[in-house]
Each structure stands twice: as C-alpha cells, then as structure tokens.
C-alpha cells in the first residue's frame, strides 16, 4: 500500500518559515516525480512546486518563487519543502503528491496524495 505522510505545518508568523517534509512509504519514489499542491479554504487546490526525479530539476508557482524552496532526499524517499519569508496568503492545507505521469503543474497528473498539513500564517 502506497502512503504518503506530511508533516511539519503549524502556525507561523509573517515573514517566518516552516519546513514541510513528505516521507513515501510503500513504494520507492526514488524514480518519480514529486510535487506539493495547497488548498485555501474556499478555493481550488493549486500547484506550489514540482521536482524531477532525474536531473532533480525544480518548478514553482509565481506567487512562491524565491521563497519556497523544493528539495528530495531518495535515500529516505522523502521529499521537502523549505517555505521562508511567509506571508498570510499562504495560508491553507499544503498536500504532497506522487508518481507523476503528466505535466508537474496539474493536479491530475499525480496518482498519489498525502492526507495534508495545514500551514497557517498569522500577519
């Protein structure tokens, strides 16, 4: 059974940081791409950052371009997200995803999904 577990979301305040870590179990992902997608009360879930498995190249969205930062450890099949200078629109459930078989930024790319931590930003 494949499984994905998040962890490292809580409260934090503006212009703070917080780590998110996403370890796989079940099944290697030392050869899949990876993602991390969140969700803000009342909106559609959207992409934040996607990393290759093969040259590790990485992708953002513009709004967190510049201060998250995406990074994978395969040796641990965990996958992580260093978010810094944080601001209050941050703010939402944050999701890893797994296994991608399309294009990094699309949600229905991804077969497998974590059951999410909520990151919230105070201002």
């Known amino acids: 059974q494949v499984q994905l577990v998040e962890s490292g979301g809580g409260l934090a305040q503006a212009g703070g940081s917080l780590r998110l870590s996403c370890v796989a179990s079940?099944?290697?992902?030392?050869?899949?791409?990876m993602g991390w997608f969140r969700q803000a009360p009342g909106k559609e879930r959207e992409f934040v950052a996607a990393?290759?498995?093969?040259?590790?190249?990485?992708y953002y969205a513009d709004s967190v371009k510049g201060r998250f930062t995406i990074s994978r450890d395969n040796a641990k099949n965990t996958v992580y997200l260093q978010m810094n200078s944080l601001k209050a629109e941050d703010t939402a459930v944050y999701y890893c995803?797994?296994?991608?078989?399309?294009?990094?930024?699309?949600?229905?790319?991804?077969?497998?999904w974590g059951q999410g931590t909520q990151v919230t930003v105070s201002s």
């Open positions: 995803a797994g296994d991608r078989k399309g294009f990094y930024s699309s949600s229905g790319a991804y077969n497998y």
């Open positions: 079940g099944r290697t992902f030392s050869r899949s791409g």
């Open positions: 990393i290759n498995w093969s040259d590790f190249s990485t």
